[in-house]
């Protein structure tokens, strides 16, 4: 069922929350630090905690599998938001400091590509 996927992506997420808010007190920072990527490592690793021996049913499994695609682009996109209007706000030394890293993460796709298996064409 589809409920297994909704709980399963709502405990990830109070716990990378959770996890994110204590990481930022131990820092100094009266802020979520890292909260949603938290949440996301922990939804794929309960996703793919044991692909051999199935926990769910068919029907579960594809619950799960469904609200754990849907996480990446709601989730984050939501959490990239709110990163984009505080360092609009902030200044010209965090937007500076957030294209720097697109660039960079643009630039490692060929390195990171190079790496990858290839895959066999049916042509």
């Not at 920072?29 to 794929?44: R, T």
Request: proline letters at 5%; aromatic letters at 8%; one cysteine or more.
């Amino acid at each position: 069922m589809v409920i297994y996927g909704v709980g399963l992506l709502a405990g990830c997420m109070l716990a990378g929350l959770w996890a994110g808010r204590l990481l930022g007190h131990a820092l100094g920072v009266e802020a979520n630090v890292g909260g949603v990527g938290i949440a996301m490592l922990l939804l794929l690793f309960f996703t793919q905690i044991s692909p051999k021996r199935p926990v769910l049913g068919p029907i579960s499994a594809s619950g799960v599998s469904f609200w754990s695609a849907m996480y990446i682009p709601i989730v984050v996109a939501m959490a990239a938001k709110q990163n984009v209007v505080a360092a609009v706000s902030s200044g010209w030394v965090a937007i500076l400091a957030g294209t720097l890293a697109v660039l960079a993460s643009f630039a490692l796709v060929p390195v990171l590509a190079k790496w990858a298996p290839k895959a066999e064409d049916d042509a």
